[in-house]
Structures are given as structure tokens and as C-alpha cells.
């Protein structure tokens, strides 16, 4: 299994006492686990959990947050990060409620996590107590569902074995959010030694479980691609390291493939690479759409083939593609579910891209010009759209969004994580910065798929914490402020992440459709700000607004040179609302209709 640099790497392996309480043992087993951060909000249902923390201090880490949503994010982004699961410990029923955000995440992005709820006490069951609920019931698998598993633990002698499940289950098959529950008298009972005197160990570390590709689909994975004259792979989902990356990277070299990276997987093959044809998602390049439309072979490699990565499944019409479609997936349910693949592989990611990296190709293909122009499509993208109807920058705010990516591009090292939340202010990255692919050694994207507004600020901040990597955060005036009380988790554990606030003055993503659908009729759209500079400095962080682009690079190096983290707040003119067009354009074609 990879892992990130840990930037905090607790050095000593023996606590001082030895593991005395249930929740003792249950820290054991995290550190057995290979855990080094765990993230989350306190409650009184989990004391004996804090000592067990206490106790392991040097081995792991209690990353205590401000709410338990940024809680959950953290834990998330982390398991994003190592492809291990992210650990969350929060309380019976306000905390979990609040966590859930972080699990609906994990779940749609295929990220391994595992959620840790402190509950009532098992005398107390049943009645309603004080923040009971039923978590299997609010959790509780099913295919549009929140976790995978949901479990209680309610002897500590079987705590090594709920926690070896839930690493288990988090990883295998399609990653995921596992549940556990804790009752608060479960953690305080006193581990007892066994007839040999021995007390309840730790499981070994468990490691996700491979899903090798059959050789027949292989075999007849190749006949499709000799067949085709406009194939197309489609990277992304979870599960993947670099050296399954490297693979890819072979296979589509060997095979002189265009690859385009699903929704917010945009990480996964090199942005780089002349093969590379750019991010099948939200606001996708109109050339790459037709691609797509167009090729007669889609390969999906990892992705789920979501709303977002199908355009809404138009591009790829569900249920049966008119293109052929193979699609390879870790889980044996998400195969043939919502798409009737022509070949379905069930595979996981490493195994996957080994199996195709020494798959015989010709010595030519009949597609290499194809591969070019999807290509060439990309590099067009990047060339930022004339939006006719603004002036340079002016007094009302700053315009020139892709010169401020360009700036990103040009100073922010090749290692740094990028992440973001939802909203119109994240097509500026989407559209313009270069991931480094995965095959790199790291993930640099940290993005919710879900669209779940307030990742981004969380997210960086764990990526801090537990990477040391320079992390990039870009963020909208709704987004920023749905989680920026976790600045002050970073200031609290030392760590450093720079956001760019993009201020509108206004939830531009509902505006936009609002005024095509309903428009000059602004309602629940806009915003009235505090002073984010303010804001920033009162938690800790450096705090600069900027309404020029040509005043960025500056503010950008400062930051990246001061020791603690930085909110550069953009005024952004509000009629600037997509890479592609203004407000204004909108209400007048919506007027003329
Ligand atoms: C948790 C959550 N709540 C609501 C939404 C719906 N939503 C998506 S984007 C958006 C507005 C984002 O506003 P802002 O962060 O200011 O970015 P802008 O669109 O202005 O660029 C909203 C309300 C969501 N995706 N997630
Ligand atoms: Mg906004």
C-alpha cells in the first residue's frame, strides 16, 4: 500500500502504561492499523477513546476540530490522500448528524474512511435517550446509501475484530465509509486477560484485497481495440496508486490512447501527457463532449460513469451506450448496474493496469491522428474564451481568472495538493491548472465528486497536517464560509494552507441557472459578506484582498513564503459567473426566449 510523507511522524512505539480499558484497545488497534491521524469532535460518550489517545500520544494523533462536517471532510481527504481509511470520532446523534456530509462524500467518491460514533449506553437503549438514534438505520447500506457497513461493538473483547472488518471493508471493492458504533459503557469496561493471561490483541494490519482481471476479457478487451477506429479511455475512481498510474500510462502509450479523467479524478493520468484530452465533467470542453460522442470505443477504467462524468448520462446514454463501452470497475455491483457494458472487467485498479500494460499491441494503430486531435482539443481549452462583453480588470473587481491560474501554475511546486469545494469558482481550476498525474508519486487533487460545498477549506488543511505538502485551496464566499471554523484547527495543530476566496457576493452556481430559468428575479442567490481579512486574521491565518490580477503573483509568493496559512480574498466581478460567459449574456438570451 502507498502512502503520503507523513509530516509529523510520532517517533516512539511503547506508551508509558499499559492498555488498561476497552477504548484503550481500540486506539491499539488504530495504531495497529497503521493510523497516524485521527480527526474529530469530543463528546462525553467516548472519554475512555480521548485516553486511549492520551496513552498512544506518540504513535497517533487526535486531530480535534470545530465541527464535525470539517471532522468528517478531514478524515475523508485523508483517505483520499493515503488510500487508507481516514478515521472521524465524533458523538451520538448532533455529531454523527453533523459528520454525515463526510460520509455521503466518502461514499460517492469511493473513499476509504471510517466513521467512529461514541453512543449511548446500552442500559439506556431503546428509550430515546439523551441524542439516541438509530444509526443503521440512518447510515444503512444500499445502493444509493451512505456507508457501507454499519456495525456496534458491544464487547471489548471484539474489538481487534470489528476494527480489522472495518479497515476490511473500507477498502475492498469499491472503497467506502464503514459506521461503528460505540457504546459509552462498552469503552469503559476493563480488558481482561485471557486463561494464559493475556489481553485481547490488536489483528494485523489488513491490506485491500486484489480482483484480478479474467484472461478471457482481456483477450477479448484486445479484438474491441483492434476493431475500433476512435477509442477512448476514460481514468478515475478510487483505488488507485502510482504504480497502477505508471501501468496506465504504459498501456495507453502502448496503445497510443486518448485519455480524458472523469469528474474530479482529474489527477489520475497527467494533465501533461500528449496523449492527455482533458476532464470529462462539469463545464466539459464543447470539443471534448463531441469526442466522445463520437469515438467508437469507450474503455472506462475505475470510474462509476456518474451524472457529472456523462454529462448527465448524454454523452454515454444509459442504460446501453451507443458507443461500445468496456467498463472495468473494483465492484462486481457497480458493473452492469447503471451502464450494460459490451465487456464488463471486474478488476481492481493495481491489478487492472497490469494486465493492460502488457497487452500486445500493434506496431501501429489507425487512430494515432484522433489521439492528436483530442489532444489538440485540450491544448485549444486552455487558451482562455474571449468574453467580449468585459473590460480589463476594473474597479468593481477582477476579471482575469486564467492569468491567476497561470500564476498557480507557475509557482506552486509539482507535489502541491490542490482541493476545492462546489461551485462555479472551482471551473477556474478545472478549466486551467495542469494536474500532475498520479503516476508522479502523489495526489494533488483533493475534490468532492458529490459536490458537497465546504470540502475544500477542511480538506487543506488535512492535507497539511498529514502531508507537509503546500496545499492549495480554492474556495467561493458560500463555500468558504461553510467550514472556515476549521482555521482554526490549523492554527491549533500548526499547519499551513493557502486559500483563494473567491468573492462574488452572491451562491453564483444557483444565480446562473436561476436567471436563464427565472430571469432579473433574484431570490435566496445573494450574499451580504463579513470582512473575510478580518475573519482570517482573527483565526490566526494571514488575511489579504486583492482586485487585480496583476496584484496575485505577489501575494501568492508571500504566502507561499510565511509560516502560517493565508486567505487571499479575490474581489471577483460578480458579472464574471463561468469561464465561458457573464451573467448579463444569460439574462438577455433568457429575456429574448
Ligand atoms: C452542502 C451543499 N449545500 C448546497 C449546495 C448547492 N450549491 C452548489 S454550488 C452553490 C453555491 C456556491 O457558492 P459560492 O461558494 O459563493 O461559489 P460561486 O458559485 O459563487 O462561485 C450551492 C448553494 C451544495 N452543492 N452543497
Ligand atoms: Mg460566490
Request: charged share 20%.
Amino acid at each position: 500500500m502507498w502512502c503520503c510523507t507523513m509530516a509529523r511522524m510520532p517517533t516512539s512505539t511503547k506508551p508509558e502504561t499499559s492498555p488498561s480499558l476497552a477504548g484503550h484497545l481500540l486506539v491499539q488497534c488504530l495504531v495497529e492499523q497503521g493510523v497516524t491521524h485521527a480527526f474529530g469532535v469530543p463528546g462525553e460518550s467516548y472519554l475512555a477513546v480521548l485516553d486511549g489517545f492520551h496513552l498512544y500520544r506518540e504513535r497517533i494523533q487526535f486531530v480535534v476540530n470545530r465541527q464535525e462536517g470539517g471532522a468528517a471532510f478531514m478524515a475523508e481527504a485523508h483517505g483520499k490522500l493515503t488510500g487508507r481509511p481516514g478515521v472521524c470520532f465524533v458523538t451520538r446523534g448532533p455529531g454523527a448528524t453533523n459528520a454525515s456530509i463526510g460520509v455521503h462524500t466518502a461514499f460517492q467518491d469511493s473513499t476509504p474512511m471510517v466513521l467512529l460514533v461514541g453512543d449511548v449506553a446500552s442500559d439506556q437503549r431503546d428509550r430515546e435517550a439523551f441524542q439516541e438514534m438509530d444509526y443503521r438505520v440512518m447510515f444503512g447500506p444500499s445502493a444509493l446509501g451512505l456507508a457501507k457497513r454499519v456495525e456496534r461493538i458491544d464487547e471489548a473483547v471484539r474489538i481487534p475484530e470489528y476494527i480489522a472488518r472495518a479497515f476490511a471493508t473500507a477498502m475492498n471493492g469499491r472503497p467506502g465509509p464503514v459506521v461503528l458504533v460505540l457504546p459509552e459503557d462498552m469503552l469503559t469496561q476493563k480488558l481482561v486477560a485471557d486463561a494464559a493471561g493475556k489481553l485481547p490483541q490488536p489483528l494485523a494490519r489488513v491490506e485491500p484485497v486484489e480482483a484480478w482481471s479474467d484472461p478471457g476479457a482481456l483477450r477479448s478487451l484486445r479484438e474491441l481495440l483492434l476493431k475500433s477506429e476512435r477509442p477512448f479511455v476514460i481514468a478515475g475512481g478510487g483505488g488507485w496508486t502510482p504504480q497502477a498510474a505508471q501501468a496506465l500510462q504504459r498501456f495507453t502509450e502502448n496503445w497510443r490512447l486518448p485519455v480524458g479523467n472523469a469528474f474530479r479524478f482529474q489527477d489520475t493520468f497527467d494533465n501533461h501527457h500528449p496523449q492527455y484530452a482533458g476532464d470529462v465533467g462539469i463545464g466539459i470542453n464543447p470539443a471534448l463532449a463531441k469526442r466522445i460522442k463520437d469515438s467508437d470505443l469507450i474503455i472506462a477504467i475505475g470510474p462509476r460513469l456518474g451524472e457529472m462524468t456523462t454529462g448527465g448520462y448524454t454523452l454515454i446514454q444509459a442504460p446501453k451506450a451507443t458507443q461500445t463501452l468496456v467498463h472495468i470497475h473494483v465492484s462486481a455491483e457497480e458493473l452492469n448496474r447503471v451502464y450494460q457494458a459490451d465487456l464488463a472487467i471486474h478488476a481492481s485498479m493495481r491489478a487492472a493496469a497490469r494486465s493492460l500494460e502488457v497487452l500486445t499491441a500493434p506496431v501501429h494503430v489507425p487512430w494515432e491522428a484522433w489521439t492528436q486531435a483530442c489532444n489538440a482539443d485540450y491544448q485549444a481549452n486552455l487558451v482562455p474564451s474571449v468574453i467580449k462583453e468585459l473590460p480589463a480588470d476594473n474597479e468593481r473587481g477582477l476579471v482575469d481568472m486564467p492569468s491567476v491560474i497561470a500564476t498557480l501554475q507557475k509557482h506552486l511546486p509539482q507535489d502541491a495538493v490542490l482541493t476545492n469545494g462546489a461551485g462555479n469558482f472551482a471551473s477556474w481550476l478545472h478549466r486551467f491548472y495542469r494536474y500532475t498525474g498520479l503516476a508522479s508519486g502523489h495526489k494533488t487533487q483533493l475534490a468532492p465528486t458529490n459536490g458537497a460545498m465546504g470540502y475544500g477549506v477542511p480538506a487543506g488543511i488535512a492535507a497539511a497536517i498529514t502531508t507537509g505538502r503546500v496545499a492549495f485551496t480554492i474556495a467561493g464566499d458560500g463555500d468558504f464560509l461553510m467550514n472556515g471554523q476549521e482555521l482554526a484547527t490549523a492554527v491549533q495543530h500548526g499547519a499551513k494552507s493557502i486559500i483563494l476566496l473567491l468573492n462574488n457576493g452572491m451562491y453564483g452556481t444557483i444565480r446562473m441557472p436561476q436567471e436563464r430559468e427565472y430571469p432579473q428575479r433574484v431570490a435566496g442567490t445573494a450574499l451580504a459578506n463579513p470582512d473575510f481579512v478580518a475573519l482570517a486574521r482573527a483565526y490566526g491565518y494571514a488575511g489579504v484582498s486583492i482586485r487585480r490580477s496583476a496584484d496575485f503573483e505577489a501575494e501568492l509568493l508571500a504566502a507561499l513564503a510565511r509560516p502560517q496559512g493565508t486567505v487571499i480574498e479575490v474581489v471577483l466581478e460578480p458579472e464574471l459567473i463561468s469561464t465561458r460567459g457573464t451573467l448579463a449574456g444569460i439574462t438577455q438570451s433568457a429575456l429574448r426566449r
